[in-house]
């Protein structure tokens, strides 16, 4: 039965206030650009990236007040991993929620009638943004449903795409999109996607793949565009709160302020209180450094000290660092360790009283470092090891110029054989970017996981990395929720 | 409006004596008060002047009145409002005037007293006025007790002459000679008796037994109990007064068979979570829809349970289809008082309460905290913390349940005033009610006014309203927000730390601020838990509420059983939060040296315009009751927020938004909605032996898309009161008193979803992780951010239920015993959820859908026997159900989890084929003694828990794979009972009454999460006093207790059947004693009755359940039955006194 009639309709029609629709919000080239800035604030959930990138590798403890805090990332790091994991649930989760709004924007923002350029552009940072979430799926969990349009609820039923297929559309994505980034943002708009941090990207998905003629070829685009280049002030330069004001080492960034008077929780990044030291200052003491990671530095080389915090360190000449026995010791010699990179000065903090106070540094995602030693790594497998080893220590010359006066280590390396140099990058890379989220991939890729960690487990007798099994453990699972609600059209990796 | 009502009295005064109508079956007249001396005059001496030569026949009677001392009784369909007269002569006698009427009418007048009634001519040849002298009947009458029993009716049988008793239940009434004269009053039996000469009859009346006359109250209209053909549970006012209430929520507590009530926790001001039936739904609409005089509200705990005079709790469809849309959960129906006698009565009733808490867990001493670190770490290979020497030196510690608990106080006083007065009737209170509770710092304090009143203006129309006015004033603690509830932080806080603690000067000061501090005083735990104490302290938040709802309406009658009704009502909430976090240091994770103020403002206006027509009418055996109606609801939400950082001081002058001088933040929003509904309804009753009922109701709401808003809901049912048959004649006589069978069936809807569901929208999207906007620039500048938020689903519709009930009534041995049985099947479909949809969709919320079937199925009993032996009275009433949940389908995907808390995984899982939010986890085997028993617990020579060490626990390998991962998950208890019960007890001896109610569940499990910190921790956290000897410490110590241990790398903690535990229980929840004072005592006080009572609540539990309190609540059926701690409910201790003048 239907009852209708004009004044029975009129009384049901009720506006929905405050809430704009999907359709009247993209309508204008200022809500276009909201619409993409949202897509980087996504970029802000740190939690999962720090768990794969750093603690499933040999360089940190997961930390925390316990095993059983974030036991999902604990299972995680002594592998024992099942499909309905939380984080691994978490990370598939946020990269589609990445993907799925930039898919919205893509198809939405060309409708609009706006400045041609911005439009491009804006649309282009979508697509590159898009990309990097499929960069960051199909490292972990090989191919992935590929999904470039916004889809309905009743369409939601399928299957994988080849790993093939995703690294193609990666490559496609970065690569089309190099050609429309701008090279530079005006000071206002600094930290959007450029064209190098595309080439970048490209150049990471191919290194991920083993594909060192490309890597060659966009890295030495980079090098040679000379857009980026080393912080002026040395490696140390990249962690203070200044690194914030254009630095010139990170071609892509995420950048997290709180601001002053405004909903704190929407700007601001939890990296600084997650890796902030427990018990004596407001932090959670996660990401800890392991021994392992601590004596792998040459003692001297300037860049421990900006990488690992000791008990009665003094951080940037006013923070007497506090690492007592609340935390649990992890296999260190006497009080554990504290990652710094994202420490932050209390008299400098921004909400210095709060129990969660918020990272205002910019965290590096692809810096000009990375690019050095992807080029490096490139030549060297592609038979130029002498230029491979010229560029390795430009690193080392970096490093060693940080601090005044320059130290004597680490000193320049003279390795000629390919196979001794591959490993000399592997292990700079793990000294250069700690904590910045690469050891583990690097690990994966060159299919030294298995090693490094059994080797880690021994040596440190403990469960951290023992069970790793190179047949299913390259891949994280895929999640049992998608497995059950497609109705087993998304398949499983093997092994799981 | 009372201003207006009480000028239309005055304005209309003597003509609406007269046009009173005769209400429903209990006869009422007007009384004429005693005038001034004309008893003995004959009507042919009293004179009169009429000024007109045409008069309106009623108006000629006004005049008699306004010139004598006079009074007519009058039947008002006698005389039409129209009819005239006309007078010969100015100059005349009352009875020449009456019988100049008499000739020219069919009245005749008959003259007993002061009171002249006008009756219908019986045949031509009578005396057009019989001017009689009085026979003058007194007596008393008395209740069973022999207390006098004030308002019963006194008739002369066959006429219309009577009175009622006053309050001491005496009366006096002038008769004829060789009168019969009938005593009635409610509830009791009534008795004619023939005068034959006397002039004094004193009766006691007999209690009525016979419940099927009770009227019932139904949307909108009422019927007879045997007139009922579906399942409706009813509380009256003295169940109500006898369970010495806080809430009238509490009073439904165990009343009535198929309905739960649980306290959503003790603290002051909290709510409860009323459920009938079971959860038939998924979503967070579970709220049953309230109807306090005829006006629908969503929350009642503003009423205050004094004002009630009865409550229905309509539980079939059948029943409740009438309201449609709004009664998917159930309806309860709330009537409060009216004026009840021509005599104002102002009534005391005051009632104050001591509290105690009547559980709570003991924890460990500062020894034993020490001890437990100590064994903690040593099994885990650590150095111990504390040396032996220094540990010799704790002792106890402190106690922290000493320090956060006190005794708590109860204040409830309420003061009534009501009465009738012709064609006005008021009921007016006022209630003041203050709970100070067990935790210090939470208090509830609140002031509820009522105002009912009808003024019938004439034959025709009449006009109304009821309105509850309250304010209230809260204090809240830190309870509400789980995981950090105040009781929870008191159990894991360590011992070893001073509860107060006087920081000098000197102190570490970091910001300065600690001098004189009163939020500094506080010891700083060693853990970084907080000092529960100072947390207590620093909850500076508070509530006030200002709520006005009620309604108005007018009722016009233009032919009998016709009756129009035109219903206003509206239901205005302010809500006020008054923030505030001061400057304090403890230690450098529990400090705060900036402050900051909060205001949060929310308003919401609901209004409901009902209008009905109903008729009723007798065609011979045939009785119909109709009615067909229009409501029409707008809901208006508006809410606004501002915080501000910086305070300069702690000083209350300065904790104000101006005086802040920091940042400020703020937010805001408005929502409408609105619901458009057509019903009908129509019951038939043959001869009171068959019943049929029938309703029909359309629902709009403007939370669907066009095309989809409309939904309608059918119901009907039938009844059979086989006892009114002839051929069970002779069995109804002996042993049946009767017996009546029931069938109902019904569809009901729910749109319970938020506003705009079917829109794709955008907005600011803030996660734990960070939110939607972002900062580019080299200085960095704001970007703001918007991102998708749901896409919406145009498709939505009705979620629908489906319910078929079977009831019977049974009454037996002259009614003594009385069975009401009913069995029901409820199944839901289309349910409005949010569907488990796959993830690669990417949406940020997932939108609502309709998808998913649940069915309910129960049998409930309410079985009551009452008798009098004597001085001796009893009365036993017990109720029994059980109810089977299923989950028939959740659309994609086949389960949902829920019930997550504080870094443990999900507890619970609701699983197509099961019923709702069963425990999940995994399942434990024991604990394994040795390292023999370790290896065993392996496949193919591989560790099965290779991390495992002695002590720790077993976790079976359900799918046999060699290692325990989610697959080996399962269910391990659920939190739906078998069955939960009540017995009510009432005894009466002579004046004295007792009253105890006990109400149980039995086979439920809970799910003891507070076990998972307090039980089997690390020891940072405190741990139960008892663990030390209980925990696993060596071979053969426990098989159900895991070693304590500081790194636990067999994940011991993980959600497993560890903590699943039985939650049946037996609880004395309310007893109470009273005294009835003898009236001859009070009368000298003027008081009519007094009643003095002590009670007890919650006076024990017997429960295996090893954790606080095993009646847990929870607003979503997803996750119930898991114990977080909530505020401890109290033991109540009260005294009260009842005085009416």
Known sequence: MMISGACTDRFLDEEILGTETLDSFYSSEENATKGVNALYARLKIHGNRMLFGDIMSDDAWKGGENNADFQSWYDLLIFNIDPFNGTTTGMWIDSYNLIYEANVAILRIPAIDMNEDTKNRLVAEARALRAFSYLELVRLYGGVPLITEPLTPDKLNIPRNSAEEVFTFIENEFLAVSEILPSTYPANEHGRLTKDAALGLLARIHLFQGEFTEVEKYTKMIIDRGIYFFHPEGFNGNWGLENYAGNPEFIFEVKSFGFEGFDIQSTRSLLAVQTGIRGSDTGWSFDIPTQDLYDAYEDGDPRREFTIGKDGDIYDNEDVLVIDSSIPAYGTDGDPYACIKWYETKSKRKNPKDIDHYMSKSFPILRYADVVLMYAEALNENGNSAQALIELNRIRERARNSVTPASAVPANLSIADQGGLRTAILNERRLEFAFEWNRYFDLIRTKTAGTVLRNFASKYNTPKGAAFDETKHYLMPIPGIDITRTGGIIEQNPGY | MKIKLLQQIVKMSRLLFFLTIVQCASFSLIFASNGHGQNNASLKDIELQLSKSKYKILDVFAEIEKQSDLRFLIKSELVSSEATITIKSKNQTVWGVLTHISKATNLQFKRVGN????????????????????????????????????????????????????????????????????????????????????????????????????????????????????????????????????????????????????????????????????????????????????????????????????????????????????????????????????????????????????????????????????????????????????????????????????????????????????????????NYFKHEGIVKNSNFERFVFRINQSLDINKYVKVGNNFNISSSKARYIADRSLPRGIIYEAMIVDPLTPARYVREEDDTDPFGKIKGNEYSQYG??????????????????????????????????????????????????????????????????????????????????????????????????????????????????????????????????????????????????????????????????????????????????????????????????????????????????????????????????????????????????????????????????????????????????????????????????????????????????????????????????????????????????????????????????????????????????????????????????????????????????????????????????????????????????????????????????????????????????????????????????????????????????????????????????????????????????????????????????????????????????????????????????????????????????????????????????????????
């Open chain 2, 115 to 430: 009171t002249v009634v006008v009756l219908v001519k019986s045949s031509k040849l009578v005396k057009a006025v019989i001017d009689e002298a009085e026979i003058t009947l007194t007596g008393t009458i008395t209740d069973e007790n022999g207390i006098g029993l004030p308002g019963v009716n006194v008739l002369v049988e066959n006429s219309t002459l009577g009175t009622v008793t006053d309050v001491d239940g005496k009366y006096t009434l002038s008769v004829p000679e060789n009168a019969v004269i009938q005593f009635s009053y409610i509830g009791y039996i009534t008795q004619t008796i023939p005068l034959n000469g006397q002039t004094v009859i004193n009766i006691s009346m007999t209690p009525d037994l016979q419940q099927l006359e009770e009227i019932v109250v139904l949307s909108y209209g009422t019927v007879k109990r045997s007139e009922l053909t579906s399942a409706v549970a009813k509380v009256d006012s003295k169940e109500i007064s006898q369970a010495t209430v806080r809430t009238i929520g509490e009073a439904l507590q165990g009343r009535a068979a198929g309905v739960n009530v649980t306290a959503v926790s003790g603290e002051p001001g909290a709510g409860l979570v009323i459920n009938i039936r079971g959860a038939s739904t998924l979503n967070s609409g579970q709220d049953v829809l309230y109807v306090v005089d005829g006006f629908p509200v969503n929350r009642i705990d503003d009423v205050n349970p004094s004002d009630v005079a009865s409550i229905e709790i309509l539980k079939d469809a059948s029943a409740t289809a009438i309201y449609g849309s709004r009664a998917a959960n159930g309806v309860i129906l709330i009537t409060t008082k009216t004026g009840q006698s021509e005599k104002i009565q102002v009534t005391f009733d005051s009632k104050v309460s001591l509290q105690e808490v009547s559980n709570i867990i003991n924890m460990n001493n500062a020894t034993n905290y020490a001890r437990a670190r100590n064994r903690a770490l040593v099994n885990s290979g650590l150095t111990p913390q504390w040396s032996e020497e220094e540990i010799s030196y704790m002792g106890e510690g402190t106690n922290w349940f000493d320090e956060i608990i006190r005794e708590g106080r109860l204040n409830d006083h309420t003061i009534s005033v009501n009465g009738k007065s012709g064609n006005y009737n008021f009921y007016s209170s006022f």
């Open chain 2, 524 to 1141: 700083g735990p060693l853990t970084d838990n907080w000092n529960p104490l100072a947390h207590l302290a620093r909850q500076q938040t508070t509530n006030r509420g200002l709520r006005i709802f009620g309604n108005a309406y007018i009722e016009v009658e233009p032919i009998e059983g016709l009756i129009f009704k035109s219903d206003l009502g509206i239901d205005m909430r302010r809500n006020e939060d008054t923030g505030f976090n001061p400057l304090f240091f403890i230690k450098i994770n529990e400090s705060d040296e900036i402050g900051q103020v909060s205001k949060d403002n929310s308003t919401a206006n609901n209004y409901v315009w009902t209008n009905t027509i109903s008729y009723n009418k007798e065609f011979g055996s045939l009785k119909l009751t109709s009615v067909v109606g229009t409501v029409a609801e707008k809901y208006n939400n508006r809410w606004h927020g501002v915080t501000r950082q910086g305070l300069t001081s702690n000083n209350p002058t300065f904790q104000y938004l101006s005086t802040a001088e920091g940042v400020s933040s703020s937010y805001g929003g408005e929502s409408n909605s609105a619901l458009n509904s057509y019903f009908g309804r129509a019951i038939l009753n043959y001869n009171d032996k068959y019943m049929l009922s029938t309703s029909v109701r359309a629902d709009g709401s403007s939370k669907f898309a066009d095309g989809n808003k409309w939904g309608v809901f059918p119901a009907i049912s039938v009844g059979w009161n086989l006892t009114n048959e002839t051929f069970m004649e002779n069995v109804a006589d002996t042993w049946l008193s009767s017996l009546k069978v029931r069938v109902g069936w019904g569809k009901i809807g729910n749109a319970s979803i938020p506003d705009g569901s079917t829109l794709s929208t955008v907005g600011p999207y803030a996660s734990f992780w960070g939110g939607n906007n972002y900062s580019f620039g080299t200085t960095p500048e704001l970007a703001i951010g918007i991102s998708p938020l749901s896409p919406g689903n145009v498709a939505l519709t009705w979620e629908t239920s489906v319910q078929t009930n079977f009831g019977l009534d049974v009454y037996l041995f002259e009614n003594k015993l009385s069975l009401t049985a009913d069995y029901f099947i409820k199944k839901t479909t289309d349910l409005l959820l949010v569907e488990p949809l796959p993830t690669i969709g990417g949406y940020q919320q997932a939108p609502w859908s309709n998808a998913g079937e649940i069915q309910n199925k129960g049998f409930e009993l309410l079985a009551t026997y009452k008798d009098q032996v004597g001085d001796f009275g009893y009365n036993l009433t017990a109720t029994f159900a059980t109810l089977q949940n299923e989950i028939i389908s959740i659309g994609r995907g086949d389960f949902i989890s829920s019930g997550s808390y504080n870094g443990l995984d999900d507890v619970t899982r609701s699983q197509v084929g099961s019923s709702i939010g069963q425990f999940f986890g995994y399942q434990v085997e024991g604990i394994f003694q040795n390292n023999e028993e370790i290896n065993a617990h392996s496949l193919n020579g591989n560790l099965i828990q290779p991390l495992a060490e002695p002590g720790d626990v077993r976790f079976a390998d359900l799918d046999g794979n060699g290692v325990i991962d989610n697959d080996d998950k399962t269910f391990i208890g659920s939190p739906i009972p078998d069955f939960s019960y009540s017995l009510n007890v009432g005894l009466t001896y002579k004046k004295f009454d007792l009253n105890a109610f006990f109400q149980g569940v039995y086979g439920n499990e809970i799910f003891n999460g507070v076990k998972v910190f307090t039980n089997y921790g690390d020891g940072v956290k405190n741990l139960q006093d008892g663990v030390l000897d209980k925990a696993w410490n060596g071979e053969g110590t426990s098989n159900t207790h895991p070693r304590l241990v500081a790194n636990d790398l067999n994940q011991n903690s993980r959600v497993s059947s560890l903590y699943v535990e039985d939650g049946s229980y037996l609880r004395l929840r309310n007893v109470q004693l009273g005294y009835n004072f003898s009236k001859t005592l009070i009368q000298k006080i003027g008081a009519t009755n007094l009643r003095v009572y002590a009670s007890v609540q919650n006076l024990f539990t017997l429960t295996n359940y090893t954790g606080i309190d095993p009646e847990l609540a929870s607003y979503s059926p997803l996750s119930t039955g898991i114990d977080y701690t909530v505020y401890p409910k109290a033991r109540t201790y009260a005294l009260g006194v009842n005085l009416t003048f």
